[in-house]
């Protein structure tokens, strides 16, 4: 899933994001990638023992216009 809660009002997206979220981790137990700007919800699940939390760094090449 990515970015669900995106276009809504922070509070409303991000309340949109961790519910959904909860559900996932918590009823249905399946494997997914989530990718979300919602920074709060690495402190609300960092300690859950289903889920790890990764972060991604793209590096931009101006010379080439590429993403390396």
Same mark, same amino acid.
Do not use: Q
């Given at each position: ?8 009002s922070?509070? #409303? ?7 959904? $979220?909860?559900?996932? @981790?918590?009823? *249905?137990?399946?494997?997914?990638l ?8 690495v402190? #609300? ?7 790890? $939390?990764?972060?991604? @760094?793209?590096? *931009? ?8």
């Amino acid at each position: 899933m990515d970015e669900l809660g995106r276009g809504t009002s922070t509070f #409303d997206g991000y309340s949109l994001a961790h519910a959904v $979220l909860s559900y996932i @981790l918590n009823v *249905k137990h399946c494997r997914m990638l989530f990718t979300t700007h919602y920074h709060w919800l690495v402190d #609300d699940f960092k300690n859950s023992e289903c889920l790890k $939390l990764y972060h991604m @760094l793209i590096e *931009k090449n101006d010379e080439k216009e590429s993403v390396d």
